[in-house]
């Protein structure tokens, strides 16, 4: 076995594939996986958009239940089957190990099995949008209309079951990702020498292990009130449905860092690569990503202005949500100061990071106007709201996932993107995702009120113009399907580190695409990763 | 996997056991819902014989390589360690939504049960007489576990693998005096938000237990053959020593909130 070269050791066939225990091919299939599951997600946006597009909308038959079930169905797909897989199963899998000089992950079989478990969770969640009425409580899930009374068949519990899947696979994903950070640095590469894509994996990672199982939790108790009887959220019995609504955002707030940490961390690495300069502020921008995951396990509530929370708790959770800003703007102006005096260059990736700079600001911004317990009960549940977390997640982590893509396509498949078609990509992107959501801000400041598949005819030329930005985002996301593929299979043979003297990390010191096995000699790291010289 | 590798750490050859169990958990959860709605047992079963399965050849692998002292480094028993502490404290937080719920029932207690708790009528369960057996049996196996850790340390396998029995008899009798528990309790799952917690947050705890005593007892086999278990290797039966501590403070905290702050 000892005069075996590395080339040999790869696994041919399909068991390289299904039974993978290599840290690049689960991160591939993730990736792939991703863009099935934002397809997927896209179809049911379009759906609602063309349902939307006009007033008293036809498209789904007047079926309201099954409008209510795209809604549930977009949400679900977009968090836990594009943005996650994509962002922390794809991006991170492939790039945590190299850009911390590790040959592997800690754990490649529980690697595996995170990747695998998503295929049933897809499945499950594939079921609950078929069988029987389908399932319309959103992605929140509250009771009483999650509990029998609301959705008496089977399409809830396919559902919960779903989400116990995707999160046994977060949980056993993060384990993995914090042992290996902690455990396989290369010598010298101390914490805070680390890029801070790593740094944010690792944060996300902390925070998907704090409060999934809360959710888990949460949610078996659901699965038994539905099937077994017990009354832990129906008052009947001496339960409190309020109760779930605090376990479900004790995690699904954190949930929102989780999306947005790993694209903050792509979007660092990206402007500092095109901006030719160290990241401005490496040790505050770590304390911020670090101070972003503590503080947003503190906020939950106020996603729960409306019901009936004491006025202590809203004055407190309003202003526990205001701080996150600090951290927050913190992270922006490093990066407009990263690329203040900078040598610019415009390829894709930045303008997707640029664009991210951006819209995410203003996404942030809609935010501190929802934090305020007082404003919030006026906007609650209107498309103000939708709008808010489209701009920072159908912008900010998707943004965050492009960029991810463009940055790093040629490492991963060897061949470069044509950079003519990714920029036309992304600008019919931002023109078509600002006209999608830009409107709805306008229309919830009126008092649109979400998951309603109909409204008055004052609201209906706002409506158009969101539903013609919806076909346009659809139509640039055909032509990123294009591009990927072209690229995959026709691109540009790319050589190992095409941005040039930006581009410091380990990962453009190894050929693209990198070798079976890489870094198994362990790589030194000396002096300051973050100089450029 | 060679002598010419220049890092410490384990590189592992394609395996099956993550897509058995993956695909084993999609017919149980599929079987589950089934077996809810329909009364349709037979996926289930079929999941949970391939969970259980992928599950046991996953571990079998892990015993082979763990005798091979090139594939289980310092680094590599460094790691597992890290994943098995941040293992425990998921499950820690697990348990936290239990409480959670218990405290919110019990220190807001609605109307429904008449403002008091425990709920107005329901006879709650003497935590002085099987509870607090069991809380010193699950204390007592807590030092014989660390008394088998002692021993291992010092290379006294002998007294390693009688304290470490002792563990596993104290586990079982917990179990079963759990069970009889249950079996004579004056209230069912169904009834209402005492019962629901209760058997909620003390059944989970109670399958920890089983799992806990499952992993002690691959240990115990193992430390009876030959070549398992050193004085400077036995990183599995740490682990399997740290679950148990985990799942012996868990039933503290159920003791001291659930059964004695249920008392009256």
Known sequence: ?533 | MSSEKKHPFQIIDPSPWPLVISMGALLLTLGAVLAMHNKDFITLFIGALMVLGGCGGWWRDMIIESKDTSIYTKEVKNGLKIGMLIFIGTEIMFFVSFFWVYFNASLFPPEVIGSVWPPKGLKTIDPFDLPYLNTLLLLLSGTTVTWAHHSIIEGNKKDFTLALGLTILLGLSFTCFQAFEYYHAPFLFKGGIYPSTFYMATGFHGAHVFLGTIFLIVCYFRSKTQGHYTQESHTSFELAAWYWHFVDAVWLFLFISIYYGSWR
């Not at chain 1, 900010?396 to 950079?419: N, T």
């Open chain 1, 1 to 533: 076995m000892n005069e075996h070269t590395p080339h040999e050791h790869t696994p041919k066939g399909w068991r390289r594939w299904l039974l993978s225990t290599n840290h690049k091919d689960i991160g591939s299939m993730y990736l792939i996986f991703s863009i099935i599951g934002g397809i997927a997600g896209l179809i049911f946006s379009i759906v609602i958009r063309m349902q939307l597009a006009h007033p008293g909308g036809t498209v789904l038959g007047g079926n309201h239940q099954l409008y209510n079930v795209f809604i549930t169905s977009h949400a679900l797909i977009m968090i836990f089957f594009a943005v996650m897989p994509g962002l922390i199963g794809g991006f991170g899998n492939w790039f945590v190990p190299l850009l911390i000089g590790a040959p592997d992950m800690a754990f490649p079989r529980l690697n595996n099995i995170s990747f695998w478990l998503m295929i049933p969770a897809l499945i499950m969640a594939g079921l609950s949008t078929v069988v029987g009425m389908g399932a319309g409580t959103g992605w929140t899930m509250y009771p009483p209309l999650s509990s029998l009374t609301g959705h008496p068949d089977m399409a809830v519990d396919f559902l919960l079951f779903s989400l116990h899947l995707a999160g046994v696979s977060s949980i056993l994903g993060s384990l993995n990702f914090i042992t290996t950070i902690i455990n396989m640095r290369a010598p010298g590469m101390d914490f805070f020498k680390m890029p801070l894509f790593v740094w944010t994996i690792l944060v996300t990672s902390a925070l998907l292990l704090i409060t999934l199982p809360v959710l888990a939790g949460g949610i078996t108790m659901l699965i038994t009130d539905r099937n077994f009887g017990t009354t832990f959220f129906d008052p009947s019995g001496g339960g409190d449905p309020v109760l779930f609504q605090h376990l479900f955002w004790f995690f699904g707030h954190p949930e929102v860092y989780v999306i947005i940490l790993p694209a903050f961390g792509i979007i660092s690495q990206i402007i500092s690569t095109f901006s030719k300069k160290p990241v401005f502020g490496y040790v505050s921008m770590v304390y911020a990503i670090l101070s972003i995951g503590v503080i947003g396990c503190g906020v939950w509530a106020h996603h729960m202005f409306t019901v009936g929370l004491s006025p202590s708790a809203t004055v407190y959770f309003s202003a526990a949500t205001m701080v996150i800003a600090v951290p927050t703007g913190i992270k922006v102006f490093s990066w407009l100061a990263t690329m203040w005096g900078g040598s610019i260059r415009f390829d894709t990736p930045m303008l997707f990071a640029t664009g991210f700079i951006l819209l995410f600001t203003l996404g942030g911004l809609t935010g501190v106007v929802l934090s305020n317990g007082g404003m919030n009960i006026v906007l609650h549940d209107t498309y103000y709201v939708v709008g808010h977390f489209h701009y920072v997640l159908s912008m900010g982590a998707v943004f965050g996932l492009f960029g991810g893509f463009y940055y790093w396509i040629s490492k991963i498949c060897g061949r470069q993107y044509p950079e003519i078609w990714g920029r036309i990509h992304f600008w019919m992107l931002f023109i078509g995702v600002n006209m999608i959501f830009i409107p709805m801000h306008f229309v919830g400041y009126n008092g649109m009120p979400r998951r309603i598949p109909d409204y008055p005819q004052a609201f209906a030329p706002m409506n158009y113009i969101a539903s013609i930005g919806a076909y346009l985002t659809a139509f640039s996301t055909l032509i990123f399907l294009g591009v990927a593929l072209y690229t995959v299979f026709r691109g540009k043979k790319a050589q190992s580190n095409p941005w040039g003297v930006g581009a410091t990390t380990l990962e453009w010191t190894l050929p693209s695409p990198p070798p079976y096995h890489t870094f198994e000699t362990p790589p030194h790291i000396g002096g300051d990763l973050h100089e450029h010289k």
